[in-house]
């Protein structure tokens, strides 16, 4: 009962930053307002034994700093540089803190979004942002029963949780670097409507899990592709457009509290990509009405899931040679 209340919870907040940023700021703001509300409830709620909101707004500046680097750096060199360093970061925080692992992941994608908008787009990410992420983080930290502790107790855990800095960790950063970056310049390189959907897919779907890597790998290429599937189907209904977007945000945002309770990653990525991937088609459609999902999206969903696959194997004979 209680996921089904934080599923409520979740699609209220979404509802809600969706009717402010609308009547604020226009569509454009709005739909990146929405993927604020998921982002900001994950990295809430990520850390489910305690609460700290200025913590919590630390790692969702995260996301504002992923999408101004992007949008500053554009595809030049800088961009490249900041996108190879940037898993290196991640390994050294995972599985320490989930909220900052949540947040880093979220940053390379951002960084990658902010690169491919222009100016008109980047004002409306930053404005839906905004307004998503505080609208969120308030109401999940006041319905919130869990202990509150300061953020010194936090910088602690932190410090004490985390491994010293190791041979395998940096080769494993390294491949985790090289496919997201070969993912990159694969999908760009073939010249892909919105190619973004690749390395964003690499980076939800592959986790630098110690057990079991090819596995959840596989699942949640596995999943993706099933949601990319379906959403292909459902935004080609031309005469139901934009009423079945709209209606499947709605659906994938209640169903991803309920998703986080079962242990089965192939229906926890089709809830999680579902909703990302709604709320990014939707942003596209508003601004082409004679936009129609592109079978180019699985073919990006492909690419990003064989990315993941081949270096998730490397990682995992890596690991058996250093038992």
């Given amino acids: 009962m209680a996921k089904v209340a934080e599923s409520f919870y979740l699609t209220l907040c979404l509802v809600i930053s969706f009717i402010i940023t609308y009547y604020a700021a226009g569509i454009d703001a709005t739909l990146w307002s929405s993927l604020s509300t998921l982002h900001g409830y994950t990295i809430f709620n990520k850390a489910n034994q305690y609460k700290n909101i200025i913590y919590s707004l630390l790692c969702s500046l995260l996301v504002f700093l992923g999408s101004a680097l992007g949008y500053l750096f554009g595809f030049d060199s800088l961009f490249f540089i900041v996108l190879f360093i940037s898993p290196f970061v991640y390994y050294q925080f995972y599985n320490i803190d989930s909220s ?62 985390r491994d010293k800095l190791s041979y395998n960790q940096l080769f494993q950063s390294f491949i985790y670097s090289l496919g997201l970056l070969l993912c990159v310049l694969t999908s760009r390189a073939i010249n892909l409507d919105h190619f973004f959907w690749a390395p964003l897919t690499y980076i939800f779907v592959l986790n630098p899990k110690l057990t079991n890597i090819i596995k959840l790998t596989r699942d949640r290429v596995i999943g993706t592709l099933v949601v ?31 998703s986080n309770t079962k242990k089965n990653n192939v229906f926890g990525t089709f809830c999680l990509t579902g909703l990302v991937l709604s709320l990014i088609e939707m942003s596209i459609f508003f601004n082409n009405v004679d936009y129609h999902l592109l079978p180019e999206r699985v073919m990006e969903t492909l690419i990003g899931g064989i990315f993941a696959i081949i270096c998730s194997y490397c990682i995992k004979l890596m690991m058996k040679k250093n038992k």
Wanted: aromatic share 20%; hydrophobic share 55%.
């Fill in 100 to 161: 900052l692992d949540m947040s880093i992941k979220y940053f390379m994608i951002f960084y990658i979004i902010g690169a491919t908008l222009n100016e008109s787009s980047f004002d409306g990410l930053v404005i839906g942002l905004l307004i998503g992420t505080t609208i969120t983080l308030a109401f999940c930290y006041a319905m919130s029963k869990r202990e509150e502790i300061t953020l010194f107790q936090i910088k602690k855990y932190i410090t004490l949780k």
């Fill in 228 to 258: 990319v599937f379906l959403l292909y189907f459902s935004f080609n209904l031309v005469e139901f457009m934009p009423y079945i977007g709209f209606a499947l945000i709605l659906i994938f945002a209640f169903l991803i509290p309920i």
